[in-house]
């Protein structure tokens, strides 16, 4: 098992930047692929980066790519998400999760477990 904690929300102006942090606890953190996720008010959780065990491959939402990079450290135990050219429509509340089934690159938030508690992320216009 792991324990995912967010840190590093923010409240910026349109055109920022910003960094996520995702640190996790226990041992098993390298060996999973992970993800981020988002949540506006009123919407579904929304897919927006995941990176797979060692970091060699990536995948990313169309909403924010060339934005938008996630990265980890596995010496660290953390994963990192860093939001550039931030826009008011990425204001939500950002969780990091594990991907825990269903095939590498998925975008279902139901194939990722051990979720954050999420940070919020508000971005004004």
């Known amino acids: 098992q792991v324990q995912l904690v967010e840190s590093g929300g923010v409240l910026v102006q349109a055109g920022n930047s910003a960094r996520l942090s995702c640190a996790a606890s226990g041992r098993m953190f390298s060996s999973y692929h992970m993800g981020w996720f988002r949540q506006a008010p009123g919407k579904d959780r929304e897919f927006v980066a995941a990176i797979n065990w060692n970091g060699d491959s990536r995948y990313t939402a169309d909403s924010v790519k060339g934005r938008f990079t996630i990265s980890r450290d596995n010496a660290k135990n953390t994963m990192y998400l860093q939001m550039n050219s931030l826009k008011p429509e990425d204001t939500a509340v950002y969780y990091c999760?594990?991907?825990?089934?269903?095939?590498?690159?998925?975008?279902?938030?139901?194939?990722?477990?051990?979720w954050g508690q999420g940070t919020q992320v508000t971005v004004s216009s």
């Open positions: 999760a594990a991907h825990i089934k269903g095939r590498w690159g998925t975008v279902l938030p139901t194939d990722y477990g051990y």
